[in-house]
Structures are given as structure tokens and as C-alpha cells.
């Protein structure tokens, strides 16, 4: 941000914000939070702080003094910046009436971008260089905390610091007037408008001889310097072609830069950037091209500016467009004499994947556009034409000296095609064959001419062996050379039966029946001392098989320890075996049946033999108890309600409902029940009292009788043990379930009749059809009458 207007405003940032921390010491009362102060308060501060005559390190002590830590300095440092941001940039960045001789744009421009008649085409192609003024962390600010330099010219509202040293001491601070002149006590004014600080030291050391004797002379023992305090402000304008043409009023230790940042730059569509002239006192004093800089930090044109300077932008001359493979692809202004040489160079070069043969351009000519191809020798003595279009393409993606090689060798992958390369060649580059590779055919994939493939094999045993030439290689040909395993079917052995993880496993040579059962993980606890039994495929011999048999099988056994003898546990298997581990017969894994409710001893119970029925699991739960109540058991099976008469059971064990017993199931004998519910299509739906004196009727009529949506001859009951009891009816008499306890009555709704396929519509045509044919039949009668 650069420090215009006043001289407020020329003090360094940081040194304002201790000036503000003494005038906080100043007044208590406003001593707060940063965040609390108003930017009244923050403005008043500043004002009273640069009245204060205290020097910066002092009101920093003080501040310390007062309790001011590094947080509060930090945070008062952004209060100001911002303050200082807001109140000068109607006047820092856009012109007063009296100063402002630019051409006011049709709409507001922001800070530091392209005014909005910039065009859209040169708004999406970078233009090289503008960047430069629209980035916020660059801002050529400055710097005013550097040693005074000596060539500095000095002007009206100028701070000087004279220090008198050595046997004598004494500081003054002279104001240079608006006359040119500054006044020291005792003496006359002298004149020092447009004198170096060099010169101005020694006219000033003369003139203070008249207080100090001999002052600045050899032995005197009395010595002055002179330096620079705080600086004034000059008034610069710039015209022409830059995006926020105006009067701007800028530190004395500005430089073009600097104001050319304030102005936003020369202006992205239209000015230039090789052309911007500075004239001072209607004499043109450096013409400054901007291209040294961005691309040899050259800033040997970047000259201090002065009051009532003049910087003109002039349009560009003739400006290019690079696309394509350089390192920064854009639009360059090119300078009477330069190449497309020099042009490439703007851009950083050609890219790594360039394509430096050609360059293809349009041109445009009169009427219409021209498409040149520039060979590369031109390049050097091309000479660029406004609007041209370069284009720089990419090499082709594709090798013309590769060969390829894939499979069984120890480096398989591309190599590069030398002169009379054979396949022989080829593979000993490739660190040879591998010793599963398959020597009878290798591919060689080749490309015709006319870029059809075509396959040509090689039998590389014969080739090793002498007994046929080698084979050259062509451009792009791509070797294939098989593994034994790719051209075979994947062997495999599997083992099932008593085996912990029985499955199928990857065959390999000299494989064991031992070694398959160690990778099923051993022998499970069913297994069994008897036969085991490899099924074979037959593959041509067929000695000792019945006609029709396709599998040979081999049988071995194992001892009580589940171990096989050593001459089974060496038998070697083949490819595809399948072996089959046997399991007892009498091997089973523990099932158990549950019983709850009114027995002795409930709970789960080991089912003994497969015979073991219901009664047996009551009979071993100790019987039933004085309230158990039979009609009420149930029966359950994975979940379902099983219907089972226990009464039944109990009274003739042999009956048919005397179930056999299942891993899971589960008997559930309760008390006696005492109550009814009815549910479903009656008036409220209720559950009450078994009372043996009660019908059906009188349970469905405390239920408050039928609904008219019930439907009486489908009226069922659920028994206690989940039973199904139905309504019979015969020539119109219904005959309703008996009661029990525990019996729940429902009594179903009518299904929802289907809506009509016919809508009102489909309706009338089809009686208006019926009518019509009526009257038609109607006529026909009264004619065969007549």
C-alpha cells in the first residue's frame, strides 16, 4: 500500500501505531480492547499522537510502561492499516476534481484489475506482464526506513535532521518552506530547494560556522550531519494507456513502479508495456520497458520520481500470441527488430514435449486469415506481424525404435531397435529365458504396412539349438513367449469329508496324501479309522477298470490315532485328485430339545437316540404338574407354531402326534388360562373371562356384536395351542367352535371389493351400445309380426 496525501500519512505504519499507543497512555479513559474502538476514536489518536513531539522508540517504551503487550501493538498495526486504506483511497487511488485529468470509465474499476471495456478475448489470454499489477502481495511500497540517500533532491515540506556532534551538541529540525528555504535559530534562512542532501550538508555546515566555530573543519572538534527525516509528498501523473489514469500524490522516494502500481498498470487490452516514457519539465528524461524487469530484474530505467513528473502509456505496437508447448503460453508486445526468437525467449522456451521441427501460425491478412508453417531454421529471422497466432505442438506420442518383449524372460518390457536386431539378440538383452518358459512356439506380433497385425511363430528350442536362422525384428514388433503353466489347464487337488478346512488347493509336483491333509488343517473329530479313498481321472490307462468307469479309485487307511502309515502317508498324488476323508457313523454333534412351563425340571435336555419323541423330553423333565393345563402346550419348530395334541400324546404315546424330536425344538406347557379375546370385526373388540356357562354367541356379543363389515360363516378360533377350530354351516345352521380357555375368536372383514375396470365414461358407451341394439331388435319383432 503506498503512503500518499499528507504527511500523516508518509510515517512509517509501525511508528504511527506507537505514536498511537502514547496517546492511549495520553487518555486513560479510551485505554480498551482494540476490538472495541470505534474508527473515531482509532482517527483521533493518530491525530493527537503526530502533535505528541515524542520520538518513536519512546512512546514504544512508554506503551510497554503502560502495559501494552506485543498482541495489542500487533492488532493496532491492522486497526490503522485498515483506517489508513479506507480514508485515503478516494484520494490515493482515484484523483481529486482539481487533479484528475484522466477519462472517467463508464463504470466503477476495482483496485488493481482490468477495466470492464477490457475485451473478453483479452481477458481469457494472460497478456505477459500484467500480473504484475494485480497482485496483492507485490506493492513496490517504499522503503522508509533506508539510510537518507545522498543523491536525494530536496524539496518544500521536507524534514531535515541536523546533528551537531563532538565537542559541541545540539540537533535541529528544520521544515523546508513552500519558499525552499529552512530556518536555524539565530540565522538567516537558507536556501536549499533542489540541492542533494550532499550539497545541502555543506551549504548548511557553512552557514552554522556562525554558531560553531570552525565547525566541519579539520581540529575544530566539532562536526555536523545532515539527514532526512520525515519526507514530503510530490504530485504524479499518469496518462495514456493505463487502466486509472490520474494526478496521484505519492512519497518523494517513489519510483515509476510505484506509481505505475497505483494506476493499476498500463491497461492489459491496450497499453504497452515496452513504451512507457517519463517527462519532466516537458523533457523526456527515461523511457522504461517493462520487460527487463520481469525478465532480468533489471531496473536500471525505475527511476525516482518528482513533483509534477509525467508518465505516459502508450498503445502497444505490435502484440503476439504463443500457445501451446512453451513454458508460459500468452501474449507478448514485440519491438520493432525483434524475432519470433526472441518472442519464444519472452515465453521461457520451448516446453520438454515441444515439437521444434515447425511452428504453425495465422496470420491475418486483409480480408481473411493465412496459415504459415515456420520451419525451424526461420525461427532466428522471423519477424512477428500484429495479431499473429503461434502455435507450438506436441511431439508425437510414439516411439520409432522399439521393439517389446513379454512373458517368461527375467526383464520383460521395451527395448530399443538397433540395426539387424534378431529375437536371439532380444531375449539375451532381456537377461534371457526362465526356466518355466515354453520353448516350442513363441508370437512374434507384427504391423503390415498398412498397420494390419499379422502373427509370426518361432520355435525358440530349434533356434537355440542351431537347427533354424534367427529371426530380425522390426520396428514396433512385440515377442510373446508363454510360461508352461499359461498353456496348461491350472492343477489342482481337493480333500473332502472329516477335514478341518476341506477345499481345493493348488496342485504341485511330488505332492502327498500327508501333505493335502496337513493343508486342510489335519483331521477333524469325526474322522475314523477305515478306508480312505482317492477318486483319478482316467486318462488313457484303463487296465483293471470296468467297462464304463471314468474315475479309478485308490483306497489306504488310518490307525485309531487318525495317523496314515508311512506308506500311505508317501502315496504321491496327481493332478485333479480328490480325496475323501470317511466319518463314523455314530459321530454326531450334541442336539438338544427345551422344555418350559409346568414341569418339575425345565429347561434344555441332550437329545439321547434320533428316536427320542415329545413324551420322552416330558418324562425326563420329571411330568407334568397338578396345573399344567394340556390344551393350552405348544409346540415350536424353527420358529412355527407346530399343532400338537399333548393331552393326546400323553394318554397313547404311540399316537401320531408324538413328534420326533429336533435340534431346537421347544415345548411350552402353561397354566390353566382364564381368559377369552375376540378380535377382529366386532363393535370392541375385547378380552374377558372364560366362563364354561358361555356360547360363542355370548363371547361375540360382549364383544358388542358383528360389524357390518364382518363376515359371520368364516368366523374361526384359535385354541390355546394354536389350533385352528372353524365355522361349519350346513343347509343355513352355523355351528360355531366350543369354547376354551384360552381360545381367541376372530372374526374376518369382507375383502375389498375391486373397483370397477369400466370407468363412467366406458359406462355410457356401453349402455348407449345396449340401447341401441334393443330398439334394432325391438323394429326387427315388430316387422316379422307385421
Known amino acids: 500500500m503506498f503512503l500518499t496525501l499528507s504527511r500523516a500519512c508518509q510515517i512509517q505504519q509501525f511508528g504511527r501505531l506507537l505514536l498511537f499507543m502514547g496517546c492511549l497512555w495520553c487518555q486513560p479513559a479510551l485505554a480498551q480492547k482494540v476490538e472495541n474502538l470505534t474508527e473515531q476514536q482509532v482517527q483521533q489518536f493518530v491525530q493527537q499522537a503526530q502533535a505528541s513531539g515524542m520520538t518513536e522508540a519512546q512512546i514504544e517504551e512508554l506503551a510497554r510502561t503502560r502495559g501494552f503487550t506485543t498482541t495489542d501493538i500487533a492488532s493496532m498495526r491492522k486497526r490503522i492499516g485498515q483506517l489508513a486504506t479506507s480514508t485515503t483511497k478516494p484520494t490515493q487511488l482515484q484523483p481529486t476534481e482539481v487533479d484528475r485529468v484522466r477519462e472517467q470509465p463508464a463504470t466503477p474499476v476495482p483496485p488493481h484489475s482490468s477495466p470492464a471495456t477490457a475485451s473478453h478475448n483479452t481477458q481469457e489470454r494472460a497478456v505477459f506482464g500484467a500480473s504484475l499489477f494485480t497482485n496483492a502481495n507485490l506493492t513496490f511500497e517504499p522503503n522508509l526506513r533506508i539510510p537518507t540517500p545522498r543523491h536525494y533532491i530536496i524539496g518544500p515540506e521536507d ?41 545541502a550538508e555543506q551549504r548548511i555546515t557553512a552557514r552554522l560556522r556562525l554558531l560553531y566555530q570552525g565547525i566541519g573543519t579539520t581540529g575544530s572538534g566539532v562536526h555536523a550531519q545532515l539527514t532526512l527525516g520525515s519526507v514530503r509528498s510530490i504530485k504524479v501523473t499518469l496518462l495514456g494507456q493505463v487502466v486509472r489514469p490520474g494526478t496521484y500524490t505519492l512519497s518523494s522516494l517513489a519510483s515509476v513502479f510505484n506509481a505505475l502500481y497505483a494506476a493499476g498498470g498500463p491497461s492489459p487490452d491496450r497499453g504497452s508495456f515496452r513504451d512507457i516514457r517519463v517527462y519532466r519539465a516537458n523533457r523526456l528524461v527515461r523511457t522504461l520497458d517493462m520487460y527487463d524487469f520481469l525478465l532480468r530484474a533489471d531496473q536500471k530505467d525505475n527511476i525516482r520520481l518528482q513533483d509534477q513528473d509525467i508518465i505516459f502509456v502508450d498503445h502497444y505496437d505490435t502484440r503476439v500470441e504463443l500457445a501451446g508447448q512453451v513454458r508460459q503460453p500468452g501474449l507478448y508486445e514485440v519491438r520493432k527488430g525483434e524475432t519470433l526468437r526472441h518472442v519464444i525467449t519472452f515465453a521461457g522456451g520451448f516446453a520438454d514435449r515441444a515439437y521444434t521441427a515447425s511452428i504453425q501460425l495465422r496470420r491475418n491478412t486483409s480480408t481473411e486469415q493465412q496459415l504459415i508453417t515456420i520451419a525451424n531454421a526461420e525461427i532466428s529471422n522471423f519477424l512477428p506481424k500484429a495479431g499473429d497466432r503461434y502455435n507450438i505442438g506436441a511431439v508425437l506420442d510414439r516411439l520409432d525404435n522399439k ?3 513379454n512373458g517368461a524372460v527375467f526383464r520383460p518390457g521395451d527395448y530399443a531397435l538397433q540395426k539387424n536386431l534378431t529375437i536371439r539378440q532380444l531375449i539375451k538383452s532381456a537377461e534371457g529365458l526362465r526356466e518355466d518358459a515354453f520353448l516350442n512356439r513363441a508370437t512374434i506380433r507384427r504391423l503390415r504396412e498398412n498397420l494390419d497385425p499379422e502373427l509370426i511363430s518361432v520355435d525358440l528350442g530349434k533356434l537355440f539349438r542351431n537347427e533354424t536362422p534367427d529371426v530380425t525384428l522390426q520396428r514396433d514388433d512385440v515377442v510373446q513367449i508363454s510360461t508352461v503353466s499359461e498353456l496348461r489347464q491350472k492343477r489342482t487337488v481337493s480333500i473332502r469329508g472329516a477335514v478341518n478346512q476341506a477345499g481345493t488347493f493348488d496342485f504341485a509336483d511330488s505332492m502327498t496324501v500327508a501333505n493335502l491333509v496337513v493343508l486342510a488343517g489335519g483331521f477333524s473329530d469325526a474322522a475314523i479309522a477305515s478306508r480312505m479313498e482317492i477318486a483319478r481321472r482316467v486318462k488313457q490307462d484303463t487296465a483293471g477298470l470296468r467297462t464304463g468307469q471314468n474315475v479309478r479309485l485308490i483306497t489306504f487307511s488310518i490307525d485309531n490315532n487318525l495317523r496314515l502309515n508311512s ?16 466319518e463314523s457313523p455314530r459321530y454326531e454333534v450334541q442336539k438338544a430339545a427345551t422344555i418350559a412351563g409346568e414341569v418339575p ?37 424353527k420358529g412355527e407354531v407346530v399343532s400338537v395334541s399333548i393331552k393326546k400324546i400323553m394318554n397313547d404315546p404311540a399316537a401320531a402326534g408324538n413328534l420326533l424330536l429336533e435340534d431346537g425344538d421347544v415345548l411350552t406347557i402353561p397354566r390353566r388360562a382364564e381368559l377369552v379375546r375376540v378380535r377382529g370385526e366386532v363393535l370392541n373388540p375385547a378380552t374377558v373371562e372364560f366362563d364354561p356357562a358361555k356360547s360363542f354367541r355370548d363371547y361375540i356379543s360382549e364383544a358388542g356384536g358383528f360389524t357390518q363389515k364382518a363376515v359371520k360363516y368364516k368366523v374361526y378360533a384359535v385354541a390355546a ?28 372383514a369382507q375383502p375389498i371389493k375391486e373397483q370397477s375396470r369400466l370407468s363412467s365414461t366406458e359406462r355410457v358407451a356401453v349402455l348407449s351400445v345396449v340401447a341401441s341394439g334393443a330398439a334394432v331388435v325391438l323394429t326387427a319383432l315388430r316387422l316379422f309380426i307385421n
Not at 567 to 580: I, S
Not at 602 to 628: H, N, Q, W
Not at 740 to 748: A, L, N, Q, R, S
Open 403 to 405: 521393439v517389446s518383449i
Open 721 to 748: 395351542n394354536g389350533k385352528i377350530k372353524a365355522t361349519h354351516s350346513f343347509l343355513g345352521l352355523k355351528t360355531y367352535p366350543k369354547p376354551e380357555p384360552g381360545m381367541e375368536i376372530v372374526i374376518p
Open 567 to 582: 506308506t500311505d502317508a508317501q502315496l504321491t498324488l496327481q493332478p485333479f485328485d480328490e480325496v475323501f476323508v470317511r
Open 601 to 637: 425340571y425345565p429347561g434344555p435336555y441332550a437329545i439321547r437316540t434320533k428316536s427320542d419323541r415329545i413324551t420322552d423330553l416330558i418324562v425326563r423333565a420329571g411330568g407334568l404338574m397338578p396345573d399344567a393345563y394340556l390344551p393350552a402346550a405348544r409346540f415350536t419348530r
Open 159 to 199: 524534514e531535515l535532521i541536523i546533528d551537531i556532534f563532538g565537542n559541541a551538541q545540539q540537533t535541529y529540525r528544520p521544515k523546508v518552506s513552500p519558499e525552499g528555504s529552512i530556518r536555524i535559530e539565530n540565522l538567516s534562512p537558507i536556501y536549499v530547494n533542489g540541492l542533494s542532501i550532499e550539497q
